[in-house]
């Protein structure tokens, strides 16, 4: 009988595989978005920079040396093409960001050269603190500063579209960073998402998967 209950744990451990990575669709997304955006009775322009989070209009811009960043939209300035596209919303003084920066380091470091672009959105974080974070820890992927520092307006969560996405997703995290989402350009119909910190053999799995033929 003990022997029984052994197996069957054993087999009920060995099923429950650990993941945080989940495929998000588009189309679920816009409706989510726009349910959104009906329930809060927003604006034209608000209702157009809620939308605007389906096109990663908060990963372009230019980094911190004024270089484009854009890896997602042809139709801007600067785009540079890609195979994968690895945006990850930070902040300088998240625990969790820093505990998952090397890992993030390392996946960039093994598939930069097959097709993989990395970029990161410091939220709710100040730009000098953000530029010593960037050189302490030599990120060699582009950097965008989202928005302004959490001392100076605490409620700023409150207004930025990363919470909103957040919201749709139902990740209720007070400030929610790290956050994740990879696009493939394979998948153009699916986001995959994580909301904290990803498993590095899980990432390191997909990424190997998606870049194979590269």
Request: charged letters at 25%; proline letters at 6%.
């Amino acid at each position: 009988m003990h022997i029984l209950i052994v197996i069957l744990l054993l087999g009920l451990l060995s099923t429950d595989e650990k993941t945080n990575l989940q495929p998000v669709p588009v189309d679920d997304l816009r409706y989510q978005l726009e349910t959104f955006i009906s329930e809060q009775d927003l604006s034209a322009a608000d209702s157009t920079e809620v939308m605007s989070i389906l096109h990663f209009e908060d990963f372009i811009g230019t980094d911190l040396d004024g270089n484009p960043v854009n890896f997602s939209q042809p139709e801007y300035d600067g785009y540079t093409p890609s195979e994968i596209i690895i945006f990850g919303y930070y902040a300088e003084w998240c625990p969790n960001c820093r505990q998952n920066l090397p890992a993030a380091l390392r996946l960039y470091d093994s598939y930069k050269d097959k097709g993989l672009k990395f970029v990161l959105n410091f939220m709710y974080s100040d730009p000098d603190r953000v530029r010593e974070y960037v050189k302490e820890n030599n990120i060699p992927f582009p950097v965008i500063i989202g928005s302004e520092d959490r001392e100076e307006n605490p409620e700023i969560r409150l207004e930025t579209t990363h919470y909103i996405l957040r919201t749709v997703l139902d990740d209720y995290r007070r400030w929610g960073t790290p956050f994740y989402i990879i696009y493939v350009n394979d998948i153009p119909d699916t986001w995959f998402v994580v909301a904290g910190e990803f498993i590095e053999d899980e990432i390191d799995d997909f990424l190997a998967n998606h870049l194979v033929n590269n």
